[in-house]
């Protein structure tokens, strides 16, 4: 059910993109959010392997981007 | 048999709707397209990763290359290795040392057309006693000139898990040819949505469900424990004595994080995330993680991070159970037991001065954690974490509680096209 919601307001934001939402933050804005620095991964195999790292060692795993696959830790 | 045809048809029924999900999704954006995408950095990187502590060493390489074709279309490979030689508290559990290699390699596509853009990729990881195989699928949306980017995901993997033979006190080397191969499913479902809230500000919501489910079980078997290890129990004498794990045969786990970073105006930037964790096993996690990363004229990149962590305990975890098969399941994972860790983090990034042939830009890296785990239940009954023994010894089932440290290393080089 909470799955269905979820699909519908997706459906529901795409609508909405068409009818032409002005966006708040424009292009020629946006050099900060550009900036490296600014990056939730900015070198993907480094954070990968950190996010191994944590999920070997940790109950929690999720919804940190980390791949899947083994672990090493058998 | 029920049991298992009932999972079976419930993660049936889960990939169907998953797919259904994505169909609509896929629908709603080719009826709205807007404008164009960006696919990922062309780029190689060449890395050497080493984690030490609590009487572990895993270290190894770890390569990706990621490269275009045409305007629309970008590939990618990886090649991970972990070369692990342990001798940790856990052989009290397992009663050996091992040392072993973990082999994992991927490979990658992704397709862009305007503002959507298709994932696919194929992961495989191999050990002499556990093979995974993971295939993943996912799209990107980006609305509102670019603002928001959603993006859903879907990961399916088959495992094997097998077991080695003791070889002179030692794990190494062959599989136990009289160990059942036991085979495993994983999904992972997940949604993220990343919005830039104002010239400064970006934000990232992301959610996550995983199951796991053991298949083709016989009875007292499980795939999803750590066929080694053992749980510990109060024997006849009032000594600690020890037994096979017993584990469930199915794990669903959901996760959920919101991270947020903000360009401060000195040409740097702070990064703060949290998540929560619960599975039905009964174990809740919280994380939080700071971070701050200052550039220095675009030549050098300092980061400094701090992130805690802390879980409850699974259901079925105790360090001491009263007599054998005091309950259905039984473990003694530290990973499924009550801890709080914390770690800091440096990290240090120099962009190379000359230019490579072939290589826009060249960055050497080197980056260094220490973490600091405390298990509040776990309890280190052989060296007693090094503490004073008393006069007549610890009590049984008051031995020191364990804790261990432990530093991480990653230095890597990365080149640009």
Known sequence: ?74 | MAAREAVVAVINKKIISAFGHLLLVACSLWIFPVAAAVLPDERVDILEHQYEGGGIKVSGPSILVRKDIGRSVSVSANYYVDLVSSASIDVHSSGSRYSEERKQKSVGIDYMHDRTSFNLGYTTSDENDYQAKTYNLGISQTFFGDLTTLNFSFGFGEDQVLKNRKIEGSLEGETDPDFRPLDKERRTYSLNISQILTRNLITELSVEADTEACIDMLEGESCLNNPYRSYSYLDVNGQRASKPEMYPLTHNSDAASIRAMYHLPFSASIRAEVRHYTDNWGVSANNAELRYIQDFKKDFLLEIKYRVYSQTAADFYSDLFPFEKSQTFLARDKELSPFSSKTFGLGLTYKLPWAIPGFEKSTANLFWDHIKIDYDDFRDYDNFSKAKVPEGGFKVGEEPLYSLKADVLRFYLSFWF
């Open chain 1, 1 to 74: 059910m909470t799955a269905k919601r979820i699909a519908l307001g997706i459906f529901m934001l795409c609508m909405i993109s068409g009818c032409g939402i002005q966006p708040w933050v424009k292009p020629y804005e946006r050099q900060n959010i550009a900036d490296s620095i600014m990056s939730f991964s900015r070198d993907p195999v480094s954070d990968s392997y950190l996010s191994h790292v944590h999920d070997a060692r940790e109950g929690a795993k999720g919804a940190d981007g980390g791949a899947g696959g083994g672990c090493g830790c058998n």
